[in-house]
């Protein structure tokens, strides 16, 4: 086929509209976001005392940290996902979550406190933590990735790797409803530590997947 | 330059508005700037340069099938040299270099670089033989033989809802196949 014949052939095709990649991703989480659910609502459920512990600041802290993460890391994504893009300019709103952490560990400081600081940190759910935050992550990782997918981003283990990190944040905002440790210093420890490996492994999938 | 850029901006927001004849001198346009980015890469990777075609064809491909990604608001230059660079550079390591591409080279053709008015090349006409029955008629029809979504639809007993569809889904299985092989 010579070149004249295949612009003729893509012109021809010009009616057809593509969904904006938003659109795609949006509904690609819409579809994969029950399976976390439902994994989430099997094994581990919301924590007993939910009602009292709304009351306190850390545990709220917990969800803006997460849902922070999980929003900066869709607006990067839906950035990313167009090929002349680069991190510069949007790179900062994940620094958004890490401020807000921060910030919370710093006002636990300030508080008197009945525990010293490395029990506040190791906390009850460590290994929990590490293992439901990537499992509930996964069935959302793959989602995001096909959405992402009818974008076409030319770094493509990047855009994986924020892929991850919004799958992460959705996850752990799930898991932080269960979990019972509210330190920040618990937070900033074990759901990062979470949050890397499911970037990472997002980033190897995004590789492979995210190519165009 | 500036001009010209202004100009594919200014067709390629026509193009999306439904204007397929603005989106064909679109392509048209572009291509012989593809085509001397391609072959200054495949010449300065020690590649033959008689390949380029397949480069080009790769390009367009991704133009189209990625053209939702555009922001109508942006110039479109930035937007076609990323992709181009992000496909050439994917064929010329398949092709076992790694090699640095410029942004620069998209932006100017050399003088006595002599134009190529179109080409063949084989791993599309390859790839075609691979798709399903229906789609390669559909494009076949359109591509070599020149007809209309309408003709087409007339000759292979379709409605023109399906040749549409037939059309979009060949183009975006070509693509998928020229990506894994």
């Known amino acids: ?212 | 330059m500036r001009e010209r850029e202004d100009e594919w901006t200014g067709l390629m927001r026509s193009a999306i508005a439904g204007d397929g004849a603005a989106y064909h001198r679109l392509l048209k346009a572009v291509t012989p700037v593809l085509r001397a980015a391609a072959r200054r890469g495949l010449a300065r990777a020690g590649q033959p340069v008689d390949q380029s075609e397949d480069i080009v064809q790769d390009i367009l491909l991704a133009v189209h099938l990625k053209r939702h990604t555009w922001d109508a608001s942006a110039p479109f230059a930035p937007w076609l040299f990323a992709i181009a660079r992000n496909k050439l550079i994917d064929a010329l390591r398949r092709r076992g270099r790694r090699v640095f591409v410029n942004i620069e080279d998209f932006v100017e053709v050399l003088p006595g670089e002599a134009p190529v008015e179109t080409a063949s090349a084989s791993e599309v006409a390859t790839q075609l033989q691979s798709l399903p029955a229906r789609q390669r008629d559909v494009l076949q029809s359109i591509a070599v033989e020149s007809a209309s979504i309408k003709d087409t639809a007339a000759k292979l007993a379709m409605s023109e809802g399906a040749v549409r569809v037939a059309l979009h889904r060949g183009l975006a299985a070509l693509t998928a196949k020229l990506r894994e092989q």
């Open chain 1, 1 to 212: 086929m010579d070149t004249d014949q295949l612009i003729k052939t893509l012109a021809a095709d010009n009616t057809h509209r593509a969904r904006p990649v938003g659109f795609a991703l949006m509904l690609a989480l819409v579809a994969a976001a029950p399976v976390s659910l439902l994994m989430f609502f099997t094994e581990l459920g919301i924590r007993p005392d939910v009602m009292t512990a709304i009351r306190n600041p850390f545990f709220d802290l917990k969800f803006a940290v997460t849902l922070a993460l999980a929003s900066a890391a869709i607006a990067v994504s839906l950035h990313l996902s167009r090929p002349e893009a680069s991190l510069r300019g949007f790179g900062w709103l994940l620094l958004i979550p890490a401020g807000l952490l921060t910030a919370g560990i710093g006002g636990e400081m300030m508080m008197p406190q009945r525990l010293p600081m490395m029990t506040r940190l190791v906390g009850n759910n460590s290994r929990v933590c590490m293992t439901a935050i990537p499992l509930l992550s996964l069935p959302i990782l793959a989602g995001a990735l096909i959405g992402l997918r009818h974008g076409a981003s030319a770094r493509p283990a990047l855009a994986g790797g924020i892929a991850g990190m919004l799958s992460a944040g959705l996850a752990a905002t799930l898991y932080a409803s269960h979990c019972t440790d509210d330190s920040p210093l618990f937070v900033a420890t074990w759901y990062t530590l979470s949050t890397a490996l499911v970037a990472a492994i997002g980033a190897l999938a995004g590789s492979k997947l995210l190519k165009f």
